[in-house]
């Protein structure tokens, strides 16, 4: 015990074993390309010729996206950077230095919300995923996913989110918004995310989530009809999945169904791709439920996100492409 708090009194740890989120910034700090998504943000910053100096926006934009892997929100984040070395380590600031707090951190995301810069973000991500032939610009898949949105009226407004609804699925209510997604087909990787409020059905969205370039599209039977819908291309073919009832029956309509069935199975295990997004900003980033009120700041939120999701599915391929 009294070699340890020697040990700590000088300021250094003898045992060199990195923790898990340690490991998972080294692998996220290395495929991030910080370089180009500062281009898009530059213009933008600050340059602070008044008063106290801004952050460096390498500092703010490291704080940014630690606050999307861990779901900080912004006085988390100010608390974290006084309690996890780690954190401080990431974004390159010592013990001693000024630290963001909370104020910063909310002006600096005030201003990628101003000018639209999550989608520049995402875009500037999948444009560099398909310079390295990480994501291939051919089928794409279709989905929706329900993020809940706090239903309590203990607030300023005396009222929930007026951009927030209602949505049943199966037997139960969910407020909220939906997150609408098109993936490649063939790494899972979003192009395409649009949001709207929770009783928006997931059909009305299908063909914004479309980059225009695929000749095929996979979706689950909540889209059965899309290709009747106004604004159809009609060189895109469908295949959307059999609606539940129907599919049941398929084994007692012999050969012929049988046939169908391993057709729906195909189709599913294509479609399945567009639930990893998913996963990973919900298990893996820890969103579950929208922070801000109003749909444009949970929406920019969100693209950033995928942007980052993109960069984690993709992280061991980008690495050895790097390599």
């Known amino acids: 015990m009294k070699s340890s708090a020697n040990q700590a009194s000088f300021g250094f740890f003898l045992c060199t074993r990195k ?7 080294d692998e996220m700090a290395r495929v991030v390309p910080w370089a180009r998504l500062v281009d898009i943000i530059a213009p933008h910053y600050p340059e602070g010729l008044i008063g106290r100096p801004p952050f460096p926006l390498e500092v703010m934009m490291h704080t940014h996206f630690l606050q999307q ?18 954190y401080r380590e990431f974004v390159n600031l010592g013990d001693n230095v000024r630290l963001p707090d909370e104020s910063t951190i909310l002006r600096f995301r005030h201003l990628l919300e101003k000018h639209s810069l999550a989608d520049k973000m995402l875009a500037e991500v999948n444009a560099l995923l398909i310079e390295r032939g990480l994501m291939l610009k051919g089928g794409s898949a279709v ?5 809940a949105a706090p239903s309590s009226t203990k607030n300023k407004d005396k009222a929930r989110d007026p951009e927030m609804h209602s949505s049943q699925k199966g037997r139960q209510w969910h407020f909220g918004m939906k997150a609408h997604i098109g993936v490649d087909a063939h790494s899972g990787l979003v192009h395409t995310v649009r949001c709207t409020s929770g009783n928006a059905h997931d059909i009305t969205q299908a063909h914004r989530l479309l980059h225009g370039q695929e000749k095929t599209v996979w979706a689950d039977a909540g889209y059965q009809g899309v290709e009747k819908r106004p604004g159809a291309d009609p060189h895109v073919t469908w ?3 059999m609606r539940p009832g129907k599919r049941k029956v398929l084994k007692q309509a012999g050969p012929l169904g049988e046939v169908l069935d391993k057709a729906e199975k195909l189709k599913a295990g294509i479609r399945a791709k567009v639930e990893h997004p998913f996963r990973v900003i919900k298990r893996q980033f820890g969103y579950i ?20 999701s993109n960069l984690w599915m993709a992280r061991r391929d980008w690495m050895a492409v790097r390599a």
């Open 143 to 147: 989905d929706a996913t329900l993020i």
């Open 69 to 86: 892997w861990f779901n900080l929100s912004d006085p988390a984040m100010e608390e974290a950077f006084f309690d996890i070395p780690l």
């Open 289 to 308: 439920k929208t922070r801000y009120r109003r749909l444009k700041k949970n929406a920019a939120q969100i693209a950033t996100l995928f942007a980052l």
């Open 239 to 241: 295949h959307v999945a």
């Open 19 to 25: 923790t898990r989120k340690a490991l998972f910034l």
